[in-house]
C-alpha cells in the first residue's frame, strides 16, 4: 500500500497546486525546489511512442496489464512492418526477423555479426511474445510488481528502439 501512496504522491506534487484555484499556496505541501521526483517512466527511459494507456495503466497499479498492453505495441507494429496479417505472437516473431527471408531487417544481413544480431534479436522478440505478453493476455493473475513491470517495460523499450535504430518504424 505504502508504494501506492508513493507513486499518488509523486504525481500529486508533479501537478503542483495550479488545479486548487481558492487554495492559498501556503497551506499546500510542495518540494522544495530539486526535490521532485521524476516519474519512473522518465527515470527508466520507457520509450515514449508506448500507448498513454501503458502509463495510465502503470500508475493505477495495474502492472501485468501495463505490460501486456506495451507488448501487444509491439506485436502491433511488427505486425505492421512485416505485413505478416496472419500471424501472431512467437510464430509472427520468428517469421518477420528470420535471417534467411526477414520481413524486418534490423541490419544488411550480410556479415556473420549481422545475421548473429538479426538471429539473436530475432529471438528477444519471440520469446518476448511467448514469455512475458501470452501469460499476461491468459493468465487471470500474474503479480507483477512496480519494479518487475519497469523492468518488462524497459525490455519492450529496447526492442522498440531498435525497430527505431534500423529505421523501419
Same mark, same amino acid.
Given at each position: 500500500?505504502?508504494? #501506492? #501512496?508513493?507513486? @499518488?504522491?509523486?504525481v500529486a506534487r508533479s501537478v503542483g497546486t495550479e488545479w486548487l484555484p481558492d487554495v492559498a499556496v501556503s497551506t499546500v505541501a510542495i518540494a522544495p525546489e530539486g526535490e521532485n521526483e521524476l516519474h519512473p517512466f522518465e527515470t527508466r527511459n520507457i520509450h515514449p511512442d508506448l500507448p498513454n494507456k501503458v502509463r495510465t495503466l502503470f500508475d493505477d497499479g495495474h502492472f501485468?496489464? $501495463?505490460? %501486456?498492453?506495451? %507488448?501487444k %505495441?509491439?506485436?502491433?507494429?511488427?505486425?505492421?512492418?512485416?505485413? #505478416?496479417?496472419g500471424k501472431t505472437g512467437y510464430a509472427l516473431m520468428m517469421d518477420a526477423f528470420n535471417e534467411n527471408n526477414a520481413?524486418?531487417? #534490423?541490419? $544488411?544481413l550480410v556479415s556473420e555479426s549481422e545475421l548473429d544480431e538479426?538471429?539473436? %534479436?530475432?529471438?528477444? @522478440?519471440?520469446? $518476448? $511474445?511467448?514469455?512475458?505478453?501470452?501469460?499476461?493476455?491468459?493468465e487471470i493473475d500474474i503479480g507483477d510488481t512496480p519494479d518487475e513491470a519497469l523492468d518488462y517495460l524497459a525490455f519492450s523499450s529496447l526492442l522498440l528502439r531498435r525497430l527505431d535504430a534500423a529505421h523501419v518504424r
Open positions: 500500500m505504502s508504494g #501506492l #501512496l508513493d507513486r @499518488f504522491e509523486r501485468e496489464q $501495463a505490460v %501486456f498492453e506495451a %507488448f %505495441f509491439i506485436e502491433i507494429e511488427v505486425k505492421r512492418i512485416s505485413g #505478416l496479417n520481413k524486418v531487417k #534490423l541490419n $544488411a538479426q538471429r539473436g %534479436f530475432r529471438s528477444m @522478440f519471440a520469446g $518476448a $511474445a511467448a514469455g512475458i505478453r501470452n501469460p499476461r493476455g491468459h
